[in-house]
């Protein structure tokens, strides 16, 4: 039989499987989740979670998909967050550190506290990209918060009422069609493609019978 | 955190790293491939699959379970709703807020319909955002969309509809530029070439990635981009019915509050379904790397107003779901992981096959690993076999495993194990869906008007079997088209009278078949207890 421990659903006691995660947990309970789950694998933000171990001082925070229950556990979801996104034309918008300004002017009243590093679920350094984007420093904001869910706990804690999910979104998709390297092999072959150069071959192998396609596939040159 | 006795496993597969690392395994044969596949490959049992008895497909297998809903009951009758109260009245209605239905939301608004969106939980809870691998696109030198073509033909098993390819591999190049344009970070070399790497099946390398989020970085920034556009985007509602019109064109949908389950009339010119997969259908018993929400519902909307299935016989079980430890059993571990040079070891710390065959020849190959052969590793509660990661770091150098996989890392790592050092236990796991509607190149169905499809939800593109990074193309490609063909569409549709009268038809023909079946559909959300003996 599996050890048991006991979680502590939004303040009501239940015995479950001590080898089960928050998401899990809750089902066993009885929970049909409706919010809260949406990939059940960390990547979608939807679960975030507030939980605390009974007696201890700390707050902690988590994805209820990713994280196994402990005895003792008080949890709260937090399956909505109001996150502001602001919007703008990506086709005409700035690249410089004006952008910020404008759209996300609370970056610049952060007090430093780390409340939002602290607090992410994915383990980022919430403040640091939050300093790049103040700075301007987009490619180094979007570095920094790739692996971001935008679950939006970090938002949640914080006093300066910042919606750092938000903000470095903007940043990488800045970076991402503006600052990055641009690729001229893509632009060839779009050329290529505009032009027709495929086309006659495309045609062929679309009407050749399956023989020959098998006999193309199994002696195709692969790359090493 | 491994057990004792798994670490005393371990050993078998550091004493062969080095040998392994750089043993080169041959290929498998075509002849070899079929043999295999048809002893060991989940779509091969026949005791798994029925056929149907009624609807467009009537004599044509599919999995039991997707026949039980296919077949069964509406959840509402015509009375339930009244059509001429409507909530909401667009050109074009998108059902499904994943990656096909964002980007034909876009498509669509661009050309100046007034869209919208309606999905089951939030906008991006979705198999979309959960890609890992990466996206195909022949863009670089050496290859081109005809050598795409072939490698997709072929590994589709030469079953893919000729000119839905077509406009996959020639269309691809142009999608991944889109993509780029919107702002999605592609991993690039600082003079901008764009980094890519092999997938199984594939004869060039042609994936292009954002580290292991690739989906997550298209669906957030499509997201953002659906956002902008200020295109409503109805969240926690299902479409639970299609609403045709008297002439049996599509014209709208019945819609239910997930939370309320309030019941809303949707009416539009034209409708794009774009629901996604049905892993959590669990065929087989196979556990799943879908969403929470992949429970084929747009095949049901579909099949109940009339509309024709291809392939709906043929899933893709992922070679290399979680195997270990169990609360992320079956959890995709992606194939990226072999594209950057990790193998598959036996419980021998043999290398037993090439690690980048098609995902079906690789999911049939551990599955004869871990049954007839006996060479798999107990886990505890199964079977699996080892994905040796630590290679990829012997091969590529320190500090790979942190820029190319990070996901990958950071999910094992909070099991304690850090897949620098330790391999990882393998085996195949629900996946895809390969099969779905059947539409033409404008991404209409190919037997009710007004009715468009696209992403995983439609059947033919890939064929018999998909490879990794075409689908993430193709919710692009074919999500786009949908978006403008819809549009296009909706200028020269006049809407005129509702009906539900399908629902009364498919229930006639459920009881001329005889079929018994207390069951409702669509499913819309799985129901777990998880061996709570209360409930189960
Ligand atoms: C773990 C994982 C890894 C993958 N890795 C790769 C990869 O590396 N490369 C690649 O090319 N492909 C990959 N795939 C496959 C690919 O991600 C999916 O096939 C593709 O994203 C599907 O997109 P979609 O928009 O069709 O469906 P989804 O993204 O699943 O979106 C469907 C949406 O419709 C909603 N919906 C469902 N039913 C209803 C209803 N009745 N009413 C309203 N809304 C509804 C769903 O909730 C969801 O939001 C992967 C898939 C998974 C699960
Ligand atoms: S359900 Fe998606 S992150 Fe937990």
């Known amino acids: 039989m599996e050890k048991l421990v006991n979680v502590y659903l939004f303040g009501k006691k239940y015995e479950v499987p001590s080898n089960l995660t928050i998401m899990t947990a809750m089902e066993y309970a009885g929970y049909q989740l409706v919010r809260g789950c949406g990939c059940r694998n960390g990547f979608c933000g939807a679960c975030a979670t507030i939980y605390r171990i009974k007696g201890q001082k700390e707050l902690k925070v988590c994805l209820a998909c990713q994280t196994q229950v402990e005895n003792d556990m008080y949890v709260a979801t937090l399956p909505f967050f109001p996150l502001v996104k602001q919007v703008y034309d990506i086709e005409t918008i700035a690249h410089d550190q004006q952008v910020m300004m404008q759209l996300y002017p609370e970056i610049y009243a952060c007090i430093g506290c780390n409340a939002c590093t602290k607090s992410c679920t994915q383990e980022l350094n919430v403040m640091q990209y939050i300093a790049a984007a103040q700075r301007g420093d987009f490619e180094t904001c979007a570095e920094l918060s790739f692996d971001c869910v935008m679950c939006g706990v970090c938002s949640s804690r914080c006093p300066a009422g910042i919606s750092h999910p938000q903000v470095a979104l903007l940043a990488r998709r800045i970076n991402g069609k503006y600052l990055a390297p641009k690729t001229s092999h893509l632009a060839d072959r779009l050329v290529e493609i505009e032009n027709g150069t495929y086309e006659e071959l495309l045609q062929n192998l679309m009407q050749k019978p399956i023989s020959e396609m098998k006999e193309l596939y199994n002696n195709r040159e692969i790359e090493k | ?536």
């Open chain 2, 1 to 536: 955190m491994y057990s004792s006795d798994i670490k005393e496993l371990i050993k078998k597969v550091e004493a062969r790293r080095e040998y392994n690392t750089s043993y080169e395994p041959a290929r498998m044969t075509a002849e070899q491939k079929e043999q295999l596949l048809a002893t060991y490959h989940p779509d091969y049992r026949a005791d798994q699959f029925e056929l149907l008895k009624i609807g467009a497909n009537k004599g044509e297998k599919v999995p039991h379970e997707l026949a039980e809903m296919l077949q069964a009951h509406s959840r509402i009758t015509a009375d339930s709703v009244n059509l001429d109260d409507v909530a909401y009245d667009v050109d074009v209605l998108v059902i499904g807020g994943g990656g096909a239905g964002s980007s034909a939301a876009i498509e669509a608004k661009r050309a100046g319909a007034n869209v919208m969106i309606v999905t089951k939980l939030r906008i991006g809870d979705a198999n979309t955002v959960m890609a890992e691998g990466g996206i195909q696109g022949a863009d670089k030198p050496n290859d081109s969309p005809a050598i795409h073509y072939i490698d997709a033909f072929g590994g589709g098993h030469f079953a893919a509809k000729p000119e839905l390819l077509y406009k996959l591999v020639n269309e691809a190049p142009d999608a991944i530029n889109w993509l780029n344009e919107l702002g999605v970070e592609f991993d690039k070399a600082p003079d901008g070439t764009m980094i890519t790497t092999h997938g199984g099946g594939t004869s060039r390398k042609r994936m292009h990635a954002a580290k292991d989020y690739t989906g997550s970085e298209i669906m957030r920034t499509l997201r953002d981009e659906v956002f902008n556009l200020q295109i409503p985007v109805v969240d926690f509602t299902a479409a639970i019915e299609l609403i045709l019109d008297e002439n049996g064109k599509c014209a709208g949908a019945v819609l239910m509050n997930m939370e309320t389950k309030e019941l809303m009339v949707a009416k539009a010119k034209t409708v794009i379904i774009a629901t996604g997969g049905a892993g959590r259908m669990h065929y087989q018993g196979f556990p799943t790397s879908n969403h929470y929400g992949a429970t084929a519902d747009g095949l049901v909307l579909g099949y109940r107003a009339g509309a024709k299935l291809l392939y709906a016989d043929t899933l893709q079980y992922h070679p290399t779901g979680v195997a270990y430890p169990e609360q992320i059993f079956g959890a995709l571990v992606t194939e990226k992981v072999r594209s950057i040079g990790a193998k598959l070891v036996n419980v021998n710390g043999e290398v037993f096959m090439h690690p980048l065959e098609t995902r079906d020849v690789s999911a049939a190959s551990i599955i004869r690993e871990c049954s007839d052969r006996g060479n798999g590793v107990y886990t505890g509660s199964g079977y699996g076999v080892w994905l040796d990661t630590p290679m990829i770091e012997r091969i590529h150098g320190e500090g790979t495993i942190m820029a190319r996989i990070p996901a990958m890392h950071r999910m094992f790592n909070k099991y304690g194990i850090d897949i620098r050092y330790e391999p990882i236990l393998v085996y195949p796991t629900l996946h895809y869906q390969n099969g779905g509607l059947d539409i033409g190149a404008d991404c209409q169905t190919s037997n009710i008007e007004n009715l468009f499809v696209a992403g995983e939800a439609v059947g033919g593109i890939h064929g018999r079997n998909r490879l990794m990074g075409n689908s993430l193309l193709d919710i692009i490609v074919f999500g786009r088209d949908a978006g403008r063909s819809a549009a296009e569409k909706a200028k020269n549709t006049d809407c005129c009278k509702l009906t539900l009268a399908h629902i009364a038809e498919f229930e006639a023909k459920i009881r001329e078949a005889g079929i018994e079946t207390d069951k409702v559909s669509p499913l819309l959300l799985p129901t777990y207890s998880h061996g709570n003996p209360k409930r189960s």
